[in-house]
Antibody
Framework: QVQLVESGGGVVQPGGSLRLSCAAS????????MHWVRQAPGKGLEWVTF????????YYADSVKGRFTVSRDNSKNTLYLQMNSLRHEDTAVYYC?????????????????WGKGTAVTVSS | DIQMTQSPSSLSASVGDRVTITCRAS??????LNWYQHKPGSAPNLLIY???TLQSGVPSRFSGGGSGTDFTLTINSLQPEDFATYYC?????????FGPGTKVAIK
């Protein structure tokens, strides 16, 4: 079945680095753009970053720009998030999500498949 | 950047009630608006896209409406499994901002 599974979360000190992975299965990964979304404790969902299906375009939230890098390996059906210079406020559950496009006179986009998330804690 | 707001931030309702949540965009987004349901410990779940199109498999008691800057999510006859937090999100352009969420709790 269609599935996304995140991994790589853990506890890291402020200023440290971590790389998250998102393994896709059950669909043609290389056909879809992907996102990372996070949820800090007690907070709402926050969009983090987007990467096109072929990796040609990437966009970031201002809160992570210059510190986080999104990438993908379509041969491995895997999405990555390299997180550097981590801060306490980066503590969150990180979700990957598939970006589906549907044509209904116009093109509509939505996150139709999500992983269950991986937890990142930035603490000394 | 487009900012999203939601009201109320939380509400209490009983099983069988009709519930309406409002989402507002800081500028017109046509109908590039999605709604998600999120329960603690689970993955978020897409309910509605393009403001009013029900995602496959989502119960018909959920409905969405609106365009431009003002949108609504309505749950008719609230069920026990509907107690969760609901988020709107625009898909007009980056950043794809989410609203702050509306928590629907049991009265």
């Amino acid at each position: 079945q269609v599935q996304l599974v995140e991994s790589g979360g853990g506890v890291v000190q402020p200023g440290g680095s971590l790389r998250l992975s998102c393994a896709a299965s059950g669909f043609t990964f290389s056909n879809y753009a992907m996102h990372w979304v996070r949820q800090a404790p007690g907070k709402g969902l926050e969009w983090v970053t987007f990467i096109r299906y072929d990796g040609s375009d990437k966009y970031y939230a201002d809160s992570v720009k210059g510190r986080f890098t999104v990438s993908r390996d379509n041969s491995k059906n895997t999405l990555y998030l390299q997180m550097n210079s981590l801060r306490h406020e980066d503590t969150a559950v990180y979700y990957c999500a598939r970006w589906k496009v549907e044509e209904k006179n116009f093109y509509y986009y939505y996150m139709d498949v999500w992983g269950k998330g991986t937890a990142v804690t930035v603490s000394s | 950047d487009i900012q999203m707001t939601q009201s109320p931030s939380s509400l209490s309702a009983s099983v069988g009630d009709r519930v309406t949540i409002t989402c507002r965009a800081s500028q017109s987004i046509s109908n590039y608006l999605n709604w998600y349901q999120h329960k603690p410990g689970s993955a978020p779940n897409l309910l509605i896209y393009a403001a009013s199109t029900l995602q496959s498999g989502v119960p018909s008691r959920f409905s969405g409406g609106g365009s431009g800057t003002d949108f609504t999510l309505t749950i008719n006859s609230l069920q026990p499994e509907d107690f969760a937090t609901y988020y709107c999100q625009h898909s007009s352009r980056t950043p794809f901002t989410f609203g702050p969420g509306t928590k629907v709790a049991i009265k």
